[in-house]
DNA sequence: CGGCATCCTGTGTGATACTG
DNA sequence: CAGTATCACACAGGATGCCG
């Protein structure tokens, strides 16, 4: 950890919106963080509520999972069935998902008004 | 525009976390944002306190400019006098912000404990 | 069903050099 | 100072196929 004090990555854990912005930086991150916001969900659920490859969303989950923002229960079963939660710090993100919906809501509105004049 | 529909990038101006992740894919976005929300910037003002490249961060500007988060005032000098600040639909993402910080403080707080068990 | 391995590609990001 | 232009590259993310 030398080079990378110079750059912003080295301020992870340190700065909170670099940290924030490397938790989230996945395209798919604040979508899944919402759809488990609204309850636990197996793994065939999110796939098709996001409409995500399965690649893909292994990757993320996996990522999360490490990150410790979601908890990853398997039952053995056959067939077999895997369910997604938030873990506690995954459940103090609810505050900024609430706020980025305001926001997002806002700036939908914001755009449909014609309100900026690219496209 | 059709088989976008189908990804979830064809959710942009409909649903708020599409859109949202959408404008602040960029890795800087949220330094930028958190920057100006400090108040008017020079070019080089935000390129020294974030350590980001000159090209990076034009790049990066120009893509919030359009987006109508961010206003771009050019005084006609000598030397070239350039100041950023936030539009108002941009000063709207301060509760954004202010949220995003808690929890990535929070967040912060919950690594140092070594709640988490990678590394 | 849930997941992994592999391959492949777009593009975001950075380094560098040049311009007004 | 504030860009623009170009090149290079790493990596996220999608497609596909196979496995327990």
Known sequence: MKKEEARAKGLFGKCPYVTAQQLLK?????????ELS??????KELQRNIDITQATLTTQLRYMEE???VHREVYPEVPPRVEYSLT???EEFLPVLKSIENWGNKYIDFIKQGSYGHA
Chains 1, 2 share one sequence.
């Open 26 to 34: 996945g395209k798919w991150a604040i979508l899944i963080m919402h």
């Open 38 to 43: 609204l309850g636990t969900k197996r793994f």
């Open 67 to 69: 990150e410790g923002l």
């Open 88 to 90: 506690p710090i995954g």
